[in-house]
Structures are given as structure tokens and as C-alpha cells.
């Protein structure tokens, strides 16, 4: 006999995934900090110092725009639904396994972004979240409609597209491949241009 699939409270999920990411963002800033030996004498040298920072600080800068941005998404759902099944809260765990990697991958990405293997996890690790909030767009389609799922496809789609054209760029120019995940900014643009399914009559 096939076991029912039994049904979870959303807003216990809901609340564990802030609670996640919260932590996740906040956990994103630790690293952005002067080297402990590091004493200034002067102003010029004071300026220096913050200026070596700038690779992590653009790291720093596009994994909270991007855990911002998977926060929205999954935020939307919210309203939506009031149970969820246990598929679908395993698949949003693994999600939420690969979200908390992120400040990880990031500190990669921020001291050693000269070395493109650095650039190559952190791409790795947003391509794995990416693909496993695919599929959670999937299962929660009955849901949120058609339409709705077919957006946060593209969105997603975007962020692994950038990723690898990242990773790509990684093999030339390591230090400034990173720069290129800004263009997710552009990801509601391509929402609107890409045309969207038609809901069922």
C-alpha cells in the first residue's frame, strides 16, 4: 500500500527559511574585514587597505543580492498556500543545505578571487541552489498557476546562465569574472520580455 504523503504547515517552513537566510546574509559580512595586523599611520594608508577589500567587498555586495533576490522569490509563495508535502519540504531543505554554503563559497570568491578554482565553487554553488529551486518552482506549481512558476523558471535560468558565463570568464580574467553576476539585475527584464504561458481557461 502506498504511504500518504502528509502534509506540513507552510508557515513552519516559512519561518525556518528566513531564519536561514537571515543568518546566511548577516553570516555574508564576517568575512569583510581588515587583516588583524593591518595599523594605518596615516589616511593614505588607511584608504589603501580599504581598497584591497574591494574584491570581497563586490563578492560580498552580489551574494546578498542574490540570496535577496531567492528570499523575494520564495517570500511570494508564502500567501499562497497554506500546507505543504513532505517532497516538497525535502526539496526546500537541500535548498536551504546549499543557501548556508553560500557564505562559504563567498569568502572563496572574496580571498582568493584571483585563482579561478575560487570562482568555480562559488559558481558551483549557485548553480546547485538554482537547479533545486527549479525544482521546487515545479512542485509548487498546482499551487501558484502557471504563470507564476514559468517567472521564477526564468529568473532561475538567468542566475545559472550568468554563473556560467562567470565560470567561463574565470578561465581568462579570475579577478574580474565576479563582476559579470550583476547582470541579475537585468533577470526582471528578461521576465517581461520572455513571453509567459497562458493559463488554463
Not at 12 to 37: Q, S, W, Y
Not at 65 to 77: N, T
Not at 171 to 178: E, F, I
Request: hydrophobic share 55%; charged share 15%.
Amino acid at each position: 500500500m502506498q504511504q500518504k504523503s502528509r502534509l506540513i504547515e507552510k508557515v513552519r517552513l516559512d519561518a525556518l527559511t528566513d531564519g536561514v537566510f537571515a543568518v546566511a546574509m548577516t553570516l555574508l559580512v564576517i568575512d569583510l574585514k581588515l587583516p588583524e595586523n593591518f595599523h594605518s599611520a596615516t589616511a593614505a594608508e588607511f584608504f589603501h587597505g580599504l581598497a584591497e577589500l574591494q574584491t570581497q567587498f563586490l563578492v560580498y555586495v552580489i551574494s546578498f543580492i542574490v540570496l535577496g533576490l531567492r528570499w523575494m522569490s520564495l517570500a511570494k509563495l508564502s500567501r499562497l498556500h497554506e500546507t505543504v508535502e513532505d517532497n516538497y519540504v525535502h526539496w526546500s531543505l537541500l535548498h536551504l543545505l546549499l543557501i548556508t554554503l553560500i557564505p562559504f563559497s563567498t569568502m572563496l570568491a572574496g580571498r582568493y578571487g584571483a585563482l579561478a578554482p575560487a570562482i568555480w565553487l562559488y559558481c558551483a554553488n549557485t548553480i546547485v541552489a538554482a537547479l533545486v529551486a527549479l525544482r521546487l518552482a515545479t512542485l509548487a506549481e498546482p499551487h501558484i498557476g502557471k504563470v507564476d512558476a514559468f517567472d521564477r523558471r526564468v529568473g532561475l535560468t538567468v542566475v545559472i546562465v550568468v554563473s556560467l558565463m562567470v565560470a567561463a570568464f574565470s578561465l581568462l580574467q579570475p579577478r574580474h569574472a565576479m563582476w559579470i553576476y550583476l547582470l541579475n539585475v537585468f533577470a526582471p527584464a528578461v521576465r517581461r520580455w520572455v513571453p509567459a504561458p497562458k493559463q488554463p481557461a
